[in-house]
């Protein structure tokens, strides 16, 4: 498991997604996206995403997502999270053309 923290709020990276991001599906300019994703959140938490969505795309999931939001890292890329507690638990990093969101 990977954790980023900052004095207000901590990254956590699940073991399925550490597993995607150390995997070769990601390029590393990915990596590097993803890297500067968790740093940014860690350091001013999610609400900064906001003020870039036109970079990050940062947006509520629906149905079997309830709770849960996605930020892009790429054209197809998506990072999954939850915030609670001010822990940001990314629990998937997905590539998908199609964007589907089903567990």
Do not use: C
Request: cysteine-free; charged content about 30%.
């Amino acid at each position: 498991m990977i954790n980023i923290k900052s004095s207000s709020w901590k990254v956590k990276i699940v073991e399925e997604a550490a597993k995607v991001f150390q995997s070769k599906e990601l390029t590393e300019e990915d990596k590097v996206v993803i890297r500067l994703w968790a740093e940014m959140v860690a350091l001013h938490g999610p609400s900064r995403l906001l003020e870039r969505a036109d970079i990050w795309a940062d947006h509520p999931l629906h149905g079997e997502w309830e709770g849960y939001r996605s930020s892009s890292f790429s054209y197809k890329g998506r990072i999954i999270y939850k915030v609670e507690d001010k822990i940001i638990t990314i629990l998937v990093v997905r590539i998908s053309v199609e964007h589907n969101y089903r567990k």
